[in-house]
């Protein structure tokens, strides 16, 4: 079964800064998803990724498949970035579905 | 194109009621996944659709839960009878490839997740 492990689980921080968010877990996987959910709002999912880097717009994540971790960043960090941030991996052991991160509770002030 | 869909988008029930979640995925998309997450929790799985058949049902919580998918669309998740600790937000989510199909070719598909209906157990 796998374990996935988000930091920090609480982020406040100023507009403009530069933001990380980290995922680790606990058993080889084929993909991770990073997600986003704003308060009240559904879940959007920001990226998929099994290697390497992708970026859109500010948002870039990475993956680390050796070494199990991935991270999420945002530059240029804005208030509407605000939301909980969630990070999700395909489950070992033949299970189908994602196994999800608590996710972290960002807020960017104006 | 459409997005995933469910309804309702809340539901209030008393414990010991009956209640049915709907969800619609992206059409095309065979596979179809439910999730809840209860209160402050992380969302977990409950199991996996391809069309019409229950591919992976592991997360379900226990045989008060019966999720159909009938002809393969839409699938309902029904609650029955609701105890208060099936309050949460139930979570459906769909994708064209399954990701075991696409594992061994070292890829997997985006699932598309719809914006979760809010049940509470009173």
């Known amino acids: 079964k796998n374990e996935v492990e988000q930091s920090p689980q609480n982020l406040t921080a100023q507009e403009g800064e530069f933001i990380t968010i980290n995922c680790s877990y606990s058993?080889?996987?084929?993909?991770l998803h990073w997600l986003q959910q704003h308060p009240g709002g559904g879940i959007v999912s920001l990226f998929m990724l099994s290697s390497g880097k992708k970026k859109h717009g500010r948002l870039i994540a990475t993956i680390n498949i050796q070494e199990k971790h991935s991270s999420l960043h945002i530059t240029a960090s804005h208030p509407r970035d605000s939301a909980v941030y969630i990070c999700?991996?395909?489950?070992?052991?033949?299970?189908?579905?994602?196994?999800f991160g608590k996710g972290t509770h960002l807020i960017i002030q104006p | 194109e459409a997005g995933v869909t469910q309804f309702p988008s809340h539901s209030v029930i008393e414990k010991g009621q009956t209640v049915t979640l709907r969800c619609d995925p992206i059409?095309?998309?065979?596979?179809l996944y439910w999730y809840r997450r209860v209160m402050g929790k992380e969302i977990k799985f409950l199991l996996h659709f391809v069309k019409e058949s229950k591919q992976d049902e592991s997360g379900m919580p226990n045989n008060r839960f019966l999720a159909e998918r009938t002809g393969g669309t839409y699938s309902t998740l029904k609650v029955q009878p609701a105890e208060l600790e099936d309050s949460g937000v139930y979570f459906c989510?769909?994708?064209?490839?399954?990701?075991?199909?696409?594992?061994?070719?070292?890829?997997?598909?985006?699932?598309?997740f719809g914006p979760g209906t809010r049940l509470t157990v009173l």
């Open positions: 999700a991996a395909y489950s070992g052991g033949g299970a189908d579905g994602l196994t």
């Open positions: 058993v080889g996987i084929s993909a």
């Open positions: 989510a769909s994708s064209q490839d399954p990701p075991q199909l696409l594992r061994g070719r070292g890829r997997t598909d985006t699932q598309y």
């Open positions: 059409s095309g998309h065979d596979n």
